[in-house]
């Protein structure tokens, strides 16, 4: 059983920052891949960025400059520095995987967190 847990959404003012960390548990056995998305209201979800197993990274348009995406292979987490927060980039954001447990390999989850960006 994998099981990804997010932490770090609130509120925040235009021009504020927020750090989002993910920590993945379970029987993994390897990660593909880690990332964030997000999900604002009445819209589909989107990748917001992405860290390989090499370390390389992938940003959406909107992110670039402002988020930064890391991990820490050691404690299988991930983060997400968001910098000059936006009122757009109010949403929920998730934590995504590919990865390979003892069993199986798949993509998973969490239940994601909200990050609302207001004055």
């Known amino acids: 059983q994998v099981q990804l847990v997010e932490s770090g959404g609130g509120l925040v003012q235009p021009g504020g920052s927020l750090t989002l960390s993910c920590a993945a548990s379970g029987s993994l056995k390897r990660f593909y891949s880690m990332a964030w998305y997000r999900q604002a209201p009445g819209k589909q979800r989107e990748l917001v960025a992405v860290i390989n197993n090499s370390g390389t990274t992938n940003y959406a348009d909107s992110a670039k400059g402002r988020f930064t995406i890391s991990r820490d292979n050691a404690k299988n987490t991930v983060a997400l520095q968001m910098n000059n927060l936006k009122p757009e980039d109010t949403a929920v954001y998730y934590c995504?995987?590919?990865?390979?447990?003892?069993?199986?390999?798949?993509?998973?989850w969490g239940q994601g967190t909200q990050v609302t960006v207001s004055s």
């Open positions: 995504n995987a590919l990865l390979a447990t003892i069993d199986d390999e798949g993509e998973y």
